[in-house]
């Protein structure tokens, strides 16, 4: 599994940065890119923790197919959300002023669904092979990250976009 979400971590930053230059080449301007190191970083080391856990515990999660179908769910949303934002997805917070926020897909439904996404993946991979230390304390942290530093700039930042209309 480790194998499939490097592959899909690495296949959605090429799709980042090609929708970055669009972005920038609009117009548009990154927020909080000081940030954003501490997310890469917190990816990073969630998957090499719970794959060492997993070794160590070396057996899957008693309730696996529970967390397996919760990730299943979690990849819907993450795609339901790149789909929907098209051209204005990104792992980085960018926005073109003067646009309108998207409201199609799950963003007619909730404000922030890709974060609900990653949150419940990063709670739920470990918890399939076992790796609870690395599920707790990694969902602390994006918890932390999310709720103190990336939504607050996100939606200053979507603020000032609608003042530059």
Request: proline share 4%; with cysteine.
């Amino acid at each position: 599994m480790a194998s499939i979400i490097i592959i899909q971590r690495l296949t959605e930053l090429l799709l980042a940065n090609r929708n970055q230059v669009w972005i920038l080449k609009k117009g548009g301007s990154e927020h909080g890119a000081g940030h954003y190191p501490l997310f890469f970083l917190l990816h990073t080391v969630w998957l090499v923790c719970w794959v060492i856990e997993g070794y160590f515990t070396n057996s899957l999660g008693f309730f696996w197919p529970v967390w397996l179908s919760l990730f299943l769910f979690a990849q819907v949303i993450r795609y339901w959300c790149i789909i929907s934002l098209g051209r204005y997805w990104n792992t980085r917070i960018l926005v073109i002023p003067g646009d309108l926020a998207v409201r199609r897909g799950p963003y007619r439904f909730v404000k922030h669904p890709n974060y609900l996404a990653v949150a419940l993946e990063l709670a739920v991979v470990p918890l399939i092979f076992g790796a609870v230390v690395t599920a707790v304390v990694a969902t602390a942290a994006n918890a932390t990250l999310l709720l103190l530093v990336r939504i607050p700039v996100e939606e200053q930042a979507l603020d000032l976009r609608n003042h530059d209309i």
